[in-house]
């Protein structure tokens, strides 16, 4: 069966890795959530899409700028009064719920990794006994290698950016995966075709998709039998997988 992953909590039916949008996802039969991290400036970690704040909260800036006593004094957009989470506080949503996480490590404004953000992230987990219950996601390559040698981690997916694609080719995509260790690929899904995934599966990766947010590539995910994809409509993806 697909699996399907709540993306930032389901961003089109609520605000994006909002407490509310984590509290509907916690209330959905989907199997996993989606969210994204980032370091603040007093070293804790944060659960915020962009590396800065202008868009999802009222605040400016960099989030890595900011202390969490900061960061918590600014209110998530498209809310009364939602606060940004910290990973702890996530966890702590789906411990008692059957989703596993799906954690997007993030890089920073310059699009570099955030020295020691996966180590802390992972040390947290662990430490949470939530570790075994975290596929661990990124759009960097090496992060994702990283991540392979971290033992007790549920699963790492390196999400593969369309552009990365048109640099390196689908065999450059494989190589560089190989080079990593790396053994399973998220796929933009307009760029999943049948093709494609027949490709990747062949050189042995697993196939997953990531953007599918319209009910026509929910289905065409479906159709294609992707181990998982990460959707906005979380609620019309559960429906249309009960009717396939
Ligand atoms: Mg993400």
């Not at 479906?222 to 979380?234: C, H, K, M, N, S």
Request: proline share 4%; hydrophobic share 45%; net charge negative.
């Amino acid at each position: 069966m697909t699996l399907i992953a709540s993306h930032r909590g389901g961003s089109l039916e609520a605000p994006e890795n909002s407490p509310t949008s984590f509290r509907h996802t916690a209330g959905l039969a989907v199997e996993q959530v989606e969210f994204d991290i980032h370091p603040t400036a007093d070293g804790q970690i944060v659960v915020i899409h962009d590396a800065t704040l202008d868009r999802t909260t009222n605040g400016k800036g960099p989030v890595a700028a900011k202390t969490l006593a900061e960061l918590k004094a600014l209110t998530i957009a498209g809310t009364e009064a939602d606060q940004i989470m910290t990973l702890a506080e996530v966890i702590e949503v789906f411990r008692s719920t059957a989703i596993t996480l799906r954690m997007e490590v993030k890089s920073d404004v310059e699009h570099q990794p955030y020295p020691g953000l996966l180590a802390q992230a992972v040390e947290q987990l662990r430490g949470a006994g939530m570790l075994e219950r975290t596929v661990l996601t990124s759009f960097l390559a090496p992060l994702v290698g990283e991540a392979m040698q971290v033992e007790g981690l549920l699963g790492r997916i390196w999400l593969v950016s369309p552009v990365i694609m048109d640099d390196c080719g689908l065999d450059g995509t494989i190589a560089a995966a190989e080079a990593y260790g790396i053994a399973h690929v998220g796929i933009r899904a307009p760029r999943l075709t049948a093709g494609v995934a027949e490709y990747l599966r062949g050189a042995g990766l697993g196939v997953g998709a990531w953007a599918v947010n319209d009910a026509q590539s929910v289905r065409r995910m479906l159709a294609l039998g992707v181990e998982v994809f990460t959707t906005d409509i979380p609620t019309t993806a559960l429906a249309l997988r009960s009717a396939s």
